[in-house]
């Protein structure tokens, strides 16, 4: 395998990788936006209650009733707890998806920089070799060694 197609591969899988690890990060970024939706909803909804209850308080509430309130609001409270430590959990995550992501793109950018550093270096050769090829061409023309004159 010559060094032109080794480099062109490694690319390739770079590409690839990169391409996976954006896929993850979108992933991600989609899942955090989500918990962030349902905590904010249970947010607005403890709120909603909380305020419920402090109306119904005033004018007069049935004592099952307002113990049906007080159970509940405890509960969505942990439940807010617990999206807290999902939607946390989720920023790590997507924390370190970004540096994974990062180091993808670095790498696949390097093997890229070398690939076309390479390809330059063999457009420079090829164009040596013409010239070397026109030259001796020339010289053999200009000194009669040419075996076909027109």
Known sequence: MNQPSVLATLCELARNETGRAAKQLGQLQSARQQALQQQQLLTGYHQDYQHFLQQKIMPGMSLNRWEDFQQFIPALQRAIQLQQQ??????????QAQRHWQQKKQRQNALQTLFERQQQRLRVEAARREQKQTDEFSARHFRGDVLCQD
């Open 86 to 95: 999902v939607l946390l959990q989720g920023e790590q995550q997507l924390s």
